[in-house]
């Protein structure tokens, strides 16, 4: 069961690939009732596929909500499609490879969320979401099991 009893919205950024396609379809299945809408994360320079395998160049961000049947955006003609390059000059890639590229972030931030809204991050990495949210004045929570991505994520999020 999907519990939200912090946010009426949740977005969930999965990316689906060879080796968890199966479980990503279950998922969209299992809370298809909760799915308001999807956002598609469109990459312009993805990591090609080995041999003839069909090149993945998107990931879903899923809107799920227990209470709402639509989403509002903030200004007029949001697209539920985002298009940006691979965040290629991540500092940490060897720490870290898949750290979101900050206009990822920026994009839900800008578009769903105002000024002092809590904003939980339960998939937290490196940061990148806490990082956006304090420069736009956000209430930020974020969560993260490795410790080192941990520790990470807190100097850069309060040195920003």
């Not at 991540?90 to 105002?114: C, G, L, S, W």
Request: proline share 2%; charged share 30%; hydrophobic share 35%.
């Amino acid at each position: 069961e999907l519990n939200l009893k912090i946010s009426k919205y949740l977005f969930l950024n999965v990316q689906k690939n060879y080796y968890n396609k199966a479980d990503i379809f279950k998922l969209i299945g299992e809370y298809s009732n909760k799915i308001i809408d999807i956002i598609v994360w469109t990459k312009s320079n993805p990591m090609p596929a080995s041999g003839l395998n069909l090149t993945n160049a998107y990931e879903f961000i899923l809107i799920m909500s227990n209470t709402e049947k639509s989403i509002k955006c903030k200004k007029t003609y949001t697209k539920n499609h985002i298009e940006t390059s691979v965040y290629s000059e991540n500092p940490y890639k060897k720490i870290h490879r898949a750290v979101m590229k900050p206009q990822i972030a920026e994009y839900f931030i800008d578009n769903f969320t105002k000024e002092n809204d809590k904003i939980l991050d339960c998939f937290m990495g490196l940061g990148t979401t806490g990082i956006e949210d304090k420069r736009k004045n956000r209430n930020f929570i974020g969560v993260e099991l490795v410790k080192e991505y941990f520790d990470i994520a807190k100097c850069r999020i309060e040195s920003c």
